[in-house]
């Protein structure tokens, strides 16, 4: 029996070592945690960075108590959620959440992500993903130009790419609150029962390779763009449901090399200082059941039709 104990013992350790460096399937922070803790329940991180590392794909990553839980990189497939408390991001001068996995479902949920008034950063980046949900997060306070100052930005180049905004506040963007350019593939994007605000550019913009669907939003007050702002033949938005008010535009349709589509259905455009509906190219078609009021310049679909 005794030359078996040795092994016994050997075999006792590298379970042990298994079991310590195993990824949970659960994990939590806390804004009095450690991030050389495990991230148990008990024995939280203190950041998400901190977490994830110690998050088995397909896992989930809790919030216990108010706190900041800093910037982080995502890629593999994750549900971060801040449900009952603030869950913070202070992202200056920084990218708040960048998304680089490819084929990755993320989920992002009950957050709070605030650049701070910094000039370099987005909100929430996507550069590579399956699917990417976003549900009750405030993103806010990015104040930078070019390839910054965005509350979500899609930069994808593969097939198929689905991303949800819903019930959400984008504000206070010096750039566009939500902007779409991916350089190939496609993009899917849904954006429901969300408010974008107070914006230097476009509420949503979409480029290239885009189809949208907007949804009981609100894209008010985008002082140097349209709250919807499309260009090239690729992009294609359906807009119900929807107030497009006091942005310089309504809906921009940009004059660059391309024909874009929008239907709208239901939706209210008004007192926006520009144009209600800026058509350089490309067409808008309305069902005749929207409100087109009080705005400079044109205000007329290229065609109406009647519901079926």
């Known amino acids: 029996m005794s030359i078996f104990k040795p092994f016994l013992a050997a075999a006792s350790v590298v379970a042990f070592a298994s079991v310590a460096n195993a990824q949970a399937t659960r994990t939590w922070v806390s804004g009095v945690g450690d991030d050389a803790n495990p991230c148990s329940r008990t024995a939280p991180c203190k950041t998400f960075a901190g977490a994830i590392s110690k998050t088995a794909t397909g896992g989930e990553i809790n919030v216990i108590d108010p706190g900041g839980f800093g910037a982080v990189t995502i890629t593999k497939s994750i549900t971060i959620d801040g449900a009952g408390t603030?869950?913070?991001?202070?992202?200056?001068?920084?990218?708040?959440?960048?998304?680089?996995?490819?084929?990755?479902?993320?989920?992002?949920?009950?957050?709070?992500?605030d650049g701070a008034g910094g000039t370099v950063g987005n909100g929430i980046r996507i550069l590579q993903a399956g699917g990417v949900n976003i549900d009750n997060v405030t993103l806010m306070n990015f104040a930078g130009s070019g390839t910054n100052g965005r509350g979500v930005t899609i930069e994808t180049t593969t097939s198929a790419v689905r991303v949800n905004v819903s019930n959400s506040l984008i504000y206070n963007m010096e750039n566009h609150g939500i902007d779409s350019s991916p350089t190939a593939g496609n993009v899917i994007l849904v954006v429901d029962n969300t408010s974008i605000a107070r914006g230097g550019q476009a509420g949503i913009n979409l480029r290239e390779l885009t189809a949208a669907?907007?949804?009981?939003?609100?894209?008010?007050?985008?002082?140097?763009s349209g709250g919807v702002r499309l260009e090239l033949t690729t992009a294609t938005a359906t807009i119900s449901g929807s107030l497009l008010a006091n942005n310089a535009a309504g809906i921009t349709l940009a004059a660059a090399g391309g024909a874009p589509t929008v239907f709208l259905y239901g939706s209210t455009v008004t007192n926006n200082t520009t144009a209600g509906l800026q058509i350089g190219s490309g067409t808008i078609t309305s069902l005749g059941n929207n409100i087109i009021r009080n705005n400079a310049g044109n205000q007329t679909p290229t065609t109406t039709i009647t519901t079926q």
């Not at 669907?213 to 140097?224: D, F, G, V």
């Open 86 to 113: 603030q869950a913070g991001i202070l992202a200056l001068n920084t990218n708040g959440i960048i998304i680089n996995g490819a084929g990755a479902t993320v989920n992002l949920r009950n957050l709070s992500i």
């Open 213 to 224: 669907s907007i949804n009981r939003s609100a894209l008010t007050n985008n002082r140097n």
